[in-house]
């Protein structure tokens, strides 16, 4: 698909490149209404932009969008020119490589995923044209799981999911007793089950965490020879990004059954929302729950006595 076909496009804005946009689209006649969230929210033909608060950000939606980012927003508002020219700006997003990136890090119930993606260019071309984006600017459940389907089902990627529930989380925890040495572990581990499927991969790319010297240590000899770069905001890789989607499509599958089983909604987070849940599991079930549920040293289960 050619940019001309584009029907998703974010992009962060400024506020003075927020209040430019809103006055170029009131000048050409754009319709507006009311939306939660956004600074303004506008709508003409097929394509509809949305400028939200948190950032601000823009949204550009539609048939159309192509055209509007080549010949509005990038050379009115933006001041340069990005779309179509990705594989000129950051080559190494479109060589064969692995995208690592992990879920349920930083939430209280619910495993620690790690997942894994194989790129190339072809690859990373048709996830980025599919509107694979880092999955924290993606707030709907049901189009994770949509766009999860979507990385599975395209041809030649390669992907590997490593889900440590919580009983196996704690265990380890407590045996090393470091959370980057854990997430090392995980990332060693998917990295290794990626090289099953594309053993001439060169290169895996993760987000800033730890020294990558922790995950050299912990791959076995197989991936010794792997070139392993980190950095941060590394979600904007599209194999990073796709990775990113598949550990949150685990995570909150394993929150929603277990959260069924037990008869009670794991919350995501550490909210108060959270508290109060793992407070009625522990009054229905003992302490002992939370051992199979949650992490057992986050501050959460201190408070309530684990």
Not at 41 to 65: L, S, W
Not at 220 to 227: L, T
Request: net charge positive; glycine share 10%; proline share 5%.
């Amino acid at each position: 698909m050619s940019e001309n076909g584009l029907t998703l496009y974010t992009s962060p804005l400024t506020a003075a490149q927020a209040a430019k946009l809103r006055k170029l689209l009131e000048d050409e006649g754009w319709e507006f209404e009311p939306k939660p969230y956004t600074l303004y929210y506008g709508r003409k033909g097929k394509v509809n932009v949305a400028v939200y608060e948190k950032g601000p950000k823009i949204v550009i939606q539609g048939k159309g969008t192509g055209e509007f980012v080549t010949f509005r927003l990038e050379p009115e508002i933006l001041g340069e020119a990005k779309l179509g020219y990705e594989e000129v700006l950051d080559p190494e997003a479109y060589a064969p490589h692995f995208g690592i990136d992990e879920s349920g890090k930083g939430d209280f119930f619910g495993p620690l995923v790690i997942a894994g993606v194989y790129v190339d260019g072809d690859i990373a071309r048709t996830l980025k044209n599919a509107g694979i984006q880092d999955s924290k600017k993606i707030g709907s459940d049901a189009r994770i799981r949509a766009l999860a389907e979507v990385i599975r089902n395209t041809p030649g990627v390669g992907v590997s999911v490593v889900a440590i529930p919580p009983a196996k989380y704690n265990a380890l925890y407590e045996k090393i007793g470091n959370l980057n040495r854990l997430l090392a572990w995980g990332h060693a581990r998917t990295i290794e089950n990626l090289l099953e499927q594309r053993p001439e991969c060169p290169r895996a790319l993760s987000d800033q965490f730890a020294n990558p010297a922790l995950i050299k240590r912990a791959l076995m000899e197989k991936g010794q020879g792997i070139q392993l770069d980190q950095r941060t905001k590394a979600e904007s890789d599209p194999a990073v990004a796709a990775a990113s989607i598949l550990a949150r499509e685990r995570f909150i599958d394993w929150l929603d059954r277990a959260g069924r089983n037990h008869g009670i909604k794991l919350h995501r987070g550490v909210s108060a929302q959270v508290k109060a849940a793992a407070r009625e599991l522990t009054a229905k079930n003992g302490p002992g729950i939370l051992r199979e549920l949650a992490k057992t040293h986050f501050k959460t289960a201190q408070e309530l006595g684990e």
